[in-house]
């Protein structure tokens, strides 16, 4: 089975460093994506994890340890456009599709 | 390019109705989806294409079916809608991942369908 399992929501402030979790349970993987969400329009690519580690882009970084089924996603320097859902997604194991998580709504307020 | 779009936007039909939502890319992508989003449930894959003339079910495919006749179009089909049908109805592309190749193909996101069935 696919089993995905994000906080439902959260508040931070702007200007501070927030930590989104992800946890999975999946069949298979191969790799692991992380989707921003503005209230009323599309998914729009964030990060991509398929080694463990630690990816960095610019404000954004996203980890990943496979063997604890487990994916974070970092948000630095807040912004108040970083309101928005943030959808965990994990890639089967044929790399056709993804299975994603409820999302989080982060809050940020000033 | 315009990427993926999708039309109409928004629609309401009534209990029975039938319509096809249709979705088009620009990017020469093999791989096309189409998922719905309800709250509290993120994105549910419906029925997903990976080629031309090619389609599959993905995790909630009942009421609904597609086609895929041509590369740059991918056509979802209520035939009788119900009222659990009301959602927002997003259409995806992406390349074909290929072996040894570049793994980090995302998925590209139309603008999406608000559907509203009474």
């Known amino acids: 089975g696919q089993n995905i399992d994000q906080p439902t929501e959260m508040t931070a402030t702007e200007g501070a460093i927030v930590q989104i979790n992800c946890t999975y349970q999946?069949?298979?993987?191969?790799?692991l994506f992380w989707y921003q969400q503005h209230a009323g329009e599309a998914p729009t690519f964030l990060s991509y994890?398929?080694?463990?580690g630690l990816e960095e882009k610019g404000r954004f970084s996203s980890f990943l340890s496979r063997s604890k089924g487990y994916s974070y996603l970092l948000l630095k320097e807040l912004q108040m456009k970083d309101s928005a859902s943030y959808l965990c997604?994990?890639?089967?194991?044929?790399?056709?599709?993804?299975?994603f998580g409820a999302g989080t709504i982060l809050r940020v307020k000033s | 390019n315009a990427g993926v779009t999708q039309t109409p936007k928004f629609r309401v039909l009534k209990t029975g109705q039938s319509m096809t939502l249709l979705c088009a890319q620009d990017?020469?992508?093999?791989?096309m989806y189409w998922y719905r989003q309800d709250p509290g449930m993120g994105l549910r894959l419906i029925h997903y294409?990976?080629?031309?003339?090619?389609?599959a079910k993905g995790e909630v495919p009942d009421g609904y079916n597609v086609s895929r006749l041509k590369k740059q179009n991918f056509l979802l089909g209520l035939e009788s809608a119900a009222p659990s049908q009301t959602s927002v109805y997003f259409c995806?592309?992406?390349?074909?991942?290929?072996?040894?190749?570049?793994?980090?193909?995302?998925?590209?996101f139309g603008p999406g369908t608000r559907l509203l069935v009474l």
């Open positions: 995806a592309s992406s390349y074909r991942r290929l072996a040894g190749g570049p793994i980090e193909e995302t998925q590209y």
């Open positions: 994890n398929v080694l463990d």
């Open positions: 294409s990976v080629g031309e003339g090619t389609t």
């Open positions: 999946t069949s298979g993987f191969n790799g």
């Open positions: 997604a994990v890639r089967d194991r044929y790399g056709n599709k993804l299975v």
């Open positions: 990017m020469n992508h093999e791989y």
